[in-house]
């Protein structure tokens, strides 16, 4: 989403703002639906989070929106794959954790990817399903996370490879 805002004139930029507002609040929206509440509870929700403080306090800094934005896509794609646990769904995740992980500061997508992977865990430890089912949505939430990581390898090992040449230079 960065890669785009910054490719087009400044002239556009607001749009890509809203659009941020708009992507959060449409993707509660799905992600409430899916949890069978009402539609207007899921509006409304939509509605809150979009005018939350993480936009409407800090909508000038992209590396927080863009994370925040990406909370409900997360959290709706994870549901998807916990309810119907085809491979699509795992796909969808897959791509949805690589778009995190694209977010570029590494505490906006760890917090996110956190949170993702904390709602998954209560929703398996909640479920009244066997234990062997329990084991089967982990490893589809570990497959979906792996192949997020190939998808985002290209990013992610320059900042891998920064890291640790900085705890090697600091340790000397």
């Avoid at 497959?143 to 990013?155: D, K, N, S, Y």
Wanted: proline letters at 3%; glycine letters at 6%; charged letters at 15%.
């Amino acid at each position: 989403f960065q890669i785009l805002k910054d490719i087009f004139p400044t002239k556009t930029w607001d749009f890509f703002i809203l659009a941020q507002f708009w992507i959060a609040g449409f993707f509660t929206y799905l992600f409430l639906r899916l949890l069978k509440l009402s539609p207007i509870s899921s509006f409304l929700g939509g509605l809150f989070f979009m005018f939350s403080g993480s936009f409407t306090w800090y909508w000038a800094n992209e590396q927080m929106t863009n994370a925040a934005m990406l909370i409900p896509v997360l959290l709706w794609a994870l549901e998807r794959l916990f309810q119907n646990k085809r491979a699509k769904d795992i796909v969808l995740s897959a791509f949805i954790f690589a778009f995190v992980l694209f977010v570029g500061n590494p505490g906006g997508f760890i917090f996110t990817l956190l949170l993702g992977g904390v709602y998954f865990i209560f929703r398996v430890i909640t479920a009244k399903t066997r234990t062997a089912q329990k084991a089967r949505y982990c490893l589809l939430l570990l497959l979906a996370f792996i192949l997020a990581l190939e998808l985002a390898a290209f990013q992610i090992l320059p900042f891998v490879e920064s890291l640790s040449s900085r705890l090697m230079h600091h340790n000397r």
